[in-house]
């Protein structure tokens, strides 16, 4: 399967990037707009809370030590119960709700094919659907691990090396998916988070038909 055959899931709206681009505040800054606006929602993330995604981030972590092949298959087996499981990504959408995903498949064909090769992960996330609308942070690497610098303790993909390899991986996959049906957005996470939440909102406000308004300038 091409990535031209995955027609976009209505109303499924990812945000990709690396490591401290910024996804993960511009995720509950969206929660809140998606509120106030009275939308039906849900924001959710990968890995999950699932008892897969658990061990994905004890791995992530450094507390366990696995093969990068079989982290590439965990990712997958996570992203799948996301997706088809109860409660899951599928059955909201099919509910009217909104899902906003902090990282999804390009995730997988950035990270796991910069740490294992891109086979695979091609391979593992051939059969997922992809979003409606796609919004890549765009952030140099140093400046993105710059922002973690608070942190006591990195994940083991949080390293300058790796995470230039990461960008790398990004613009690949991005660029196989051009013409797919799936809208990309590239946001410039340079920017203020006010700046970018406002790009953010103007675009999924025009992909659900809402005015959305930010709380933060």
Not at 46 to 72: F, K, V
Not at 103 to 109: A, E, G, I, P, Q
């Amino acid at each position: 399967m091409t990535a031209s055959d995955r027609g976009p899931l209505r109303r499924f709206i990812v945000l990709e990037g690396g490591d401290g681009a910024g996804t993960t505040t511009q995720l509950g800054l969206i929660a809140g707009a998606l509120e106030r606006a009275g939308a039906a929602h849900w924001t959710t993330s990968e890995p999950t809370e699932a008892p897969e995604g658990l061990l994905i981030r004890r791995i992530l972590s450094g507390e366990l030590r696995r093969d990068p092949g079989t982290l590439a298959r965990l990712f997958a087996a996570d992203r799948n119960e996301h997706l088809r499981g109860a409660g899951g990504i599928l059955e909201r959408l099919s509910t009217g709700e909104t899902v906003v995903c902090d990282r999804y498949v390009l995730s997988s064909l950035a990270y796991q094919g910069v740490d294992c090769g891109p086979e695979l992960p091609a391979e593992l996330n051939a059969d997922f659907p992809l979003p409606e609308l796609l919004f890549f942070f765009d952030l140099p690497p140093a400046q993105s691990l710059s922002r973690l610098g608070a942190r006591k303790r990195l994940d083991i993909f949080e390293d300058l090396p790796f995470q230039e390899k990461v960008g790398a991986a990004y613009r690949a996959a991005l660029a196989s998916f051009e013409g797919s049906g799936m809208k990309i957005v590239r946001i410039d996470a340079s920017l203020s988070v006010g700046e970018v939440n406002r790009k953010i909102l103007d675009a999924i406000g025009a992909a659900i038909g809402l005015s959305l308004a930010g709380d933060v300038e």
